[in-house]
């Protein structure tokens, strides 16, 4: 089975405060993802990684940044945490698929969230 | 870009009612559908997808859903719901030849009342 791994199930921060929520994942995939989630506005993606070190912006990128230096971590960066920021943190992975023929693959597995709660 | 639209947030119903939940998305190139589940305190998982043949598809739970291309919709259903079908659901939706980024809907509140 896939396990995607977040370190912490709760954490409460301060305003202006640095925070790092760290994903793992055990399967080899190329391609990992932040996502926050709040009610009545699903899931939004704030960055994904296809590759090492590389990085796309997703739909709500701003306030954040992130790394991947290895292949199983993707780490979500808050540089100054703000109350606006408090939410639910999913981190997700899957294989990259270009071929239709692999589109069976093209699965994402989601971690249990880190509930983020900023004062 | 690509947009996913779940309509009815909050569905509230009693056991042995029957569920459908729709899902229209706006691209209208292939695409690989999916609808995940999120048990109350649980991790969002996987109910069903669909990627190719069958429009028809069946999940786990007694879940299935209909893919109707000309309509862009993936609907959920499922014929007697149990209390234990309370969650929230989330259709998604990507393009194979993008990046691999899903779009979600805003999700469905399904509350079962024993």
């Known amino acids: 089975d896939v396990k995607v791994t977040q370190s912490s199930r709760y954490l409460v921060k301060r305003t202006g405060e640095k925070v790092f929520l760290e994903c793992v994942q055990d399967?080899?995939?190329?391609?990992m993802f932040w996502y926050r989630q709040d009610p009545g506005l699903g899931l939004r993606l704030i960055y994904f990684?296809?590759?090492?070190?590389?990085?796309e912006k997703g739909d709500i990128p701003e306030g954040y940044s992130v790394s991947r230096e290895k292949k199983e971590r993707f780490s979500l960066i808050l540089e100054s945490a703000s109350t606006n920021q408090t939410s639910m943190y999913l981190c997700?992975?899957?294989?990259?698929?270009?071929?239709?023929?692999?589109?069976?693959?093209?699965?994402?597995?989601f971690g249990a969230g880190t509930r983020l709660s900023v004062l | 870009a690509q947009s996913v639209s779940q309509h009815n947030h909050h569905v509230i119903l009693s056991e042995a009612a029957s569920l459908e939940l729709g899902c229209n998305y706006s691209?209208?190139?292939?695409?690989?559908l999916f609808w995940y589940v999120q048990y109350p305190g649980q991790h969002l998982q996987l109910l069903l997808k669909?990627?190719?043949?069958?429009?028809l598809v069946k999940g786990i739970k007694g879940f299935e859903a209909e893919f109707i291309k000309s309509k862009f919709s993936f609907n959920l259903r499922k014929p007697s719901v149990q209390w234990s079908d309370t969650a929230e659901y989330f259709c998604?939706?990507?393009?194979?030849?993008?990046?691999?980024?899903?779009?979600f809907g805003k999700g469905n509140q399904v509350v079962v009342i024993p």
């Open positions: 997700a992975s899957s294989l990259w698929v270009r071929d239709r023929g692999l589109a069976s693959k093209n699965i994402q597995y």
């Open positions: 399967m080899d995939h190329e391609n």
């Open positions: 990684s296809y590759d090492v070190k590389m990085k």
């Open positions: 691209y209208g190139g292939t695409v690989n």
């Open positions: 669909y990627f190719s043949g069958d429009p």
């Open positions: 998604a939706v990507n393009s194979l030849y993008g990046n691999n980024r899903l779009a």
